[in-house]
């Protein structure tokens, strides 16, 4: 792991895989770290030289306070991709809130991507459930993670997805999250207003609702795909953190869309 300033923020990174192939970029998900994409990793490597990081706000990078906009998370990644001197572009796959940094940074620096896989994306908040968001972030930042875990994970890790492995290490991992940092990020999600974003992308995109995601079901996923031009749309028996609760449906359902031509 390395740490590198950009954009006035101090990230985490790492990169791992052949060096000289095509590069992925990973973003994950809010309360997520480089670790969120530990399962999948060994099916990557040998396709593509793969870059993680920890957001801002998340896992070891630098922490924020207060409102944070994914423009400027957006402009993070492109800082660091700017800072590794990578020139090329880059294949990009965003987890939940990490789908809506995503989109928003293939929307911005278009000639930066050559493929967009979109998980469970979380591009706002609806109208009517703005309030009740800023008051969980409220609370986040008062009584911390623990206070708001347990709802938590019974919306975006349900039981039947639950194994004695996988789960704990996320639960435990996700409590560690610094709870400031986690209020800005979901205050960011409030904030979040994509839909002009969306014929701005220009790549080829995959777009994959989850079935047993109850925060971003795969209806809600369908609008962001049908809004994206020629974007394909899948179903997955997965949840909100598919790469960790499903890294067999990864690989047969979203590496073959990665490693398109």
Known sequence: MQ????????LRWRRDGRGDGDLLVLVHEMG????????????????????????????????????????????DLAALLDALAIQKQARVMGVA?????????????SERVARLVLSSPATGVAEDRRQAT?????????????????????????????????FPAMRNRWLCNDPESYAATTRMLVDMRLEPDYAKVKCPTLVVGNEHDALRPPAMAKQVADAIPGAEFKVIPSGHFMPTQSPDLFVEHVLPFLRGA
């Open 3 to 10: 740490w590198i300033e950009v954009n006035g923020a101090s």
């Open 32 to 75: 997520g770290a480089i670790e969120s994409w530990d399962y999948v990793l060994p099916s990557l490597v040998d396709h593509f030289d793969v870059l993680r990081y920890d957001q801002r706000g998340g896992g070891w990078s630098e922490k924020v306070k207060g409102r944070l906009s994914v423009e400027t998370a957006a402009d």
């Open 134 to 166: 800023e008051e969980r972030a409220d609370d986040t930042e008062r009584r911390g993670m623990r206070a708001v875990c347990d709802a938590t994970m019974a919306n975006a890790y349900p039981e039947v997805l639950r194994d004695s492995e996988r």
């Open 97 to 109: 809130v990490g789908a809506g940094v995503s989109l928003k940074f293939a929307s911005k620096y």
